[in-house]
């Protein structure tokens, strides 16, 4: 299953919204992840199931979308936040990231 | 608190076999709830998942690697470990070993720091 993540990067403002979207080749329900990556560190979790937080993520990240379309919404950017961020399919093996999305100041 | 931790060589020759161990601390990889996986990073890509397995030995990989991968799981339940045979330049990366639980919530959700792996003469 191919994931597309658009956009490939964003330019962005301390406390602006942004939303990241990312595609599914076929549809996967919401066995669907986001992962943020800061530079020189592993990933980390921050909504599983598509649309649910993991525990000690800022309410400021949410998830929404089912089947084929996907979104990540930042509500208000904080310095925190620039980082590279991924999508993730886990309908089925083999599981497959998106290419990324790296956001910047 | 689970922690996790990869080690092994950080230069390996290309056709020889990469072999990581990924160690676990404040955890044990016996829980039913989670398998263990590998994930790499080639310099400035995205992620590819390699592999996962379950504390019973059943294991799964990614079918790009074209069977050159082996995953195993240690008895005494504190460690698991990738071999990578065959290995060329392309397999340069940084080697991540984590968490996979499995379920509805099917996702990595713990990471050791990562281990870089240059493949080169």
């Known amino acids: 299953i191919q994931m597309t993540q658009s956009p490939s990067s964003l330019s962005a403002s301390v406390g602006d919204r942004v939303s990241i979207t990312c595609r599914a080749s076929?549809?996967?329900?919401?066995?669907f992840n986001w992962y943020q990556q800061r530079p020189g560190k592993a990933p980390k979790l921050l909504i599983s199931e598509a649309s649910s937080l993991e525990s000690g993520v800022p309410s400021r990240f949410s998830g929404s979308g089912s089947g084929t379309d996907f979104t990540l919404t930042i509500s208000s950017l904080q310095a925190d936040d620039f980082a590279t961020y991924y999508c993730q399919q886990s309908y089925s093996s083999p599981y497959t990231f998106g290419q990324g999305t790296r956001l910047e100041i | 608190q689970l922690q996790l931790q990869e080690s092994g060589p950080g230069l390996v020759k290309p056709s020889d076999t990469l072999s990581l161990t990924c160690a676990l601390s404040g955890g044990s990889i016996s829980s039913t709830s989670y398998y263990w996986g590998w994930i790499r990073q080639p310099p400035g890509k995205g992620l590819e998942w390699i592999g996962s397995i379950y504390y019973s030995g059943i294991n799964y990989d990614n079918p790009s690697l074209k069977s050159r991968v082996t995953i195993s799981a240690d008895t005494s339940k504190t460690h698991f470990s990738l071999k990578l045979t065959s290995v060329t330049a392309a397999d340069t990366a940084v080697y991540y070993c984590a968490r996979h639980r499995v379920g509805m919530t099917d996702a990595f959700d713990v990471w050791g720091p990562g281990t870089m792996v240059t493949v080169s003469s």
């Open positions: 076929q549809s996967i329900g919401t066995y």
